[in-house]
């Protein structure tokens, strides 16, 4: 199987790749980059980028599919057409099903269904605590032979310390991450909002910043006294990024992710008791927001990742007290990255890198254009605008602050492992066979 995306600019920070080229692909792998339009194209399927650019896959750290449990808010094959679309070639699936993912079993079971439905490489994480109940550590061994990347309890946050020792030390013994979802269950107790002048103003609970740096302060010194590996869930403070930027200079093994929605919104989002801005952590001030956007810039932040989080109208058309935490976030990632570097506050290079090579890394993988890597790729028009409806949405929840809003840089076709998995329209860049 042959494929050439022809005459689009090829852009791989990670490579050291940018330029206008012919890309080939040849069995699943990129084969060649060749000189714009030396490519012959027999015996090939060809796609036209002119003006698009050609990417590595995108790579989400962080996603909620709901499968098994909750599929009337998303189900594998909903969650991965959502992420195709949003250019994802590679999606780390959250244990906080129903029920949780806590043996090998379910695990194998999610592999299986998303190999089968072809759209996305869904990656399975495996919770840190049986039942995600917090009382006895899950079998990582068992977790790690079926196909888990990663563990983690995330929605929920891992509240006994010497359980959580215990979890970095076995957890070490498997390479296996711990994805934290760093709360202070007590200093957040029943907060429905960032604590500060929103809050006061709508007369909602708070939840303080301090909850979330107490945590990070303790997964910290965890993983430094364990050498287990940290990785801090959607970072929204910006004294949590000064104690992640501190223990990386020690050369703690910490790695950190931001969200989209925490590095373009702040609590004023809320301001109207909008249940879709309702998200945990909860969105911050504006200070924190310039930190999570510095932490891309230095790498304090290795990954943008989404926290994919669907609710239905049942859990989001409700007083805002009572409304589910979460957003949707696969298909509004890119663009909303993008901004940043429109905005002149990233250079191009590392919003692509914090979208790729970055979250890959974190996992010991790659995404990468490279001659010989697999072909995982998505071609995007930049200056394209949209919004996310009902007719773009390939989501089964629509549950975001960003619906209906304008956005700019949009997916045109999506290839896993040099398969076209999402393409907006079939015309005009599809051009078929040579
Ligand atoms: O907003 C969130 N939603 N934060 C989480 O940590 C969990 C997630 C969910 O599962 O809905």
């Given amino acids: 199987m042959k494929l050439i995306i022809q005459n689009g600019r090829v852009l791989d920070p990670g490579a050291g790749i940018d330029r206008i080229a012919d890309l080939?692909?040849?069995?699943?792998?990129?084969?060649?980059?060749?000189?714009?339009?030396?490519?012959?194209?027999?015996?090939?399927?060809?796609?036209?980028?002119?003006?698009?650019?050609?990417?590595?896959?995108?790579?989400?750290?962080?996603?909620?599919?709901?499968?098994?449990?909750?599929?009337?808010?998303?189900?594998?094959?909903?969650?991965?057409?959502?992420?195709?679309?949003?250019?994802?070639?590679?999606?780390?699936?959250?244990?906080?099903?129903?029920?949780?993912?806590?043996?090998?079993?379910?695990v194998a079971r999610a592999l299986e269904r998303s190999a089968s439905l072809g759209l996305c490489r869904v990656l399975p994480v495996g919770t840190v605590t049986a039942g995600r109940e917090g009382k006895a550590l899950a079998p990582f061994g068992e977790l790690r032979r079926a196909g888990a990347v990663a563990l983690s309890d995330d929605g929920a946050p891992v509240a006994d310390a010497q359980l959580l020792r215990r979890a970095f030390e076995y957890a070490r013994d498997f390479d296996l991450p711990i994805l934290s979802h760093a709360e202070d269950p007590r200093l957040s107790l029943a907060g429905q909002m960032h604590e500060g002048a929103v809050s006061t103003r709508l007369g909602l609970t708070g939840i303080p910043s301090v909850s979330e740096e107490v945590a990070v302060a303790r997964d910290i010194a965890l993983a430094e006294y364990t050498g287990g590996r940290l990785h801090v869930q959607h970072l929204s403070t910006a004294r949590a990024v000064e104690l992640i930027r501190a223990a990386k200079a020690r050369g703690v093994r910490v790695t950190a992710e931001v969200t989209p929605h925490h590095f373009t919104l702040t609590a004023e989002a809320v301001a109207e008791y909008d249940t879709a801005a309702k998200v945990m952590p909860p969105l911050r001030d504006e200070s924190d927001r310039r930190a999570l956007i510095a932490a891309l810039a230095d790498g304090t932040a290795d990954a943008i990742a989404t926290d994919h989080a669907p609710h239905s109208s049942i859990e989001k058309d409700v007083p805002f007290a009572e409304a589910a935490p979460g957003l949707i976030g696969l298909q509004t990632a890119l663009p909303l990255a993008l901004d940043l570097w429109r905005q002149g506050h990233l250079p191009l290079e590392t919003v692509i890198t914090r979208l790729t090579s970055g979250p890959a890394a974190v996992l010991g993988r790659q995404a990468s254009l490279a001659v010989g890597s697999v072909a995982d790729l998505v071609l995007v028009d930049p200056e394209a605008g949209w919004s996310l409806n009902d007719e773009t949405n390939q989501s089964k929840s629509r549950n975001t602050p960003f619906w209906g809003r304008g956005l700019t840089g949009r997916v045109e076709a999506t290839i896993l492992a040099g398969r076209l998995v999402y393409a907006r329209s079939r015309s005009p860049i599809w051009l078929g066979a040579g």
């Fill in 24 to 106: 080939l692909v040849v069995d699943g792998r990129v084969a060649e980059l060749a000189a714009a339009g030396s490519l012959a194209p027999q015996d090939a399927e060809v796609l036209e980028a002119r003006g698009r650019w050609v990417l590595p896959g995108l790579c989400d750290l962080h996603v909620h599919l709901r499968e098994p449990g909750e599929e009337y808010k998303e189900d594998l094959a909903s969650g991965a057409r959502a992420a195709a679309a949003g250019g994802f070639c590679t999606v780390v699936a959250m244990a906080n099903t129903k029920p949780p993912i806590d043996n090998g079993e379910l």
